[in-house]
């Protein structure tokens, strides 16, 4: 996932302790607005956002740190983009299932950015 949106509303700052982004297989493929595959422009629909979902999870699929995004997200309550190989949608199930999680289940779950960080 890509950590650059330029000035919009859906910037994400992943915190000091989420080193792992640097090893991820989209760091520094973002340069401009353009590039940004891994999150939807505004009124982007049908057949052009499948592409370029697809496209952006191809680049997920070869990525070292994709459990440590798919975590951050979900701890994090991201709702656009894809992280970790996830869309919005298959983000929106992963966050209902770790919200009914006991609490012991959610730390186990987001541990994994205590250790790589």
Same mark, same amino acid.
């Given at each position: 996932?890509?950590?650059?949106?330029?000035?919009?509303?859906?910037?994400?700052?992943?915190?000091?302790?989420?080193?792992?982004? #640097?090893?991820?297989?989209?760091?520094?493929?973002?340069?401009?607005?353009?590039?940004?595959?891994?999150?939807?422009?505004?009124?982007?629909?049908?057949?052009? /956002? *499948?592409? *370029?979902?697809?496209?952006?999870?191809?680049?997920?699929? *070869?990525?070292?740190?994709?459990?440590?995004?798919?975590?951050?997200?979900?701890?994090?309550?991201? #709702?656009?983009?894809?992280?970790?190989?996830?869309?919005?949608?298959?983000?929106?199930?992963?966050?209902? /299932?770790?919200?009914?999680? *006991?609490? /012991?289940?959610?730390?186990?779950?987001?541990?994994?950015?205590?250790?790589? /960080?």
């Amino acid at each position: 996932m890509a950590f650059s949106r330029y000035g919009t509303d859906r910037a994400v700052d992943p915190g000091p302790r989420a080193a792992w982004r #640097q090893q991820a297989a989209c760091a520094g493929l973002v340069v401009s607005p353009t590039d940004d595959m891994w999150f939807p422009p505004d009124g982007e629909h049908g057949n052009v /956002a *499948r592409v *370029r979902e697809r496209a952006a999870k191809r680049v997920c699929a *070869r990525c070292p740190v994709t459990q440590e995004c798919l975590a951050f997200a979900v701890a994090t309550g991201q #709702q656009h983009g894809v992280w970790g190989g996830l869309g919005s949608r298959e983000l929106a199930a992963r966050r209902r /299932a770790w919200r009914r999680a *006991r609490p /012991a289940e959610r730390v186990l779950a987001t541990s994994v950015l205590e250790v790589k /960080a």
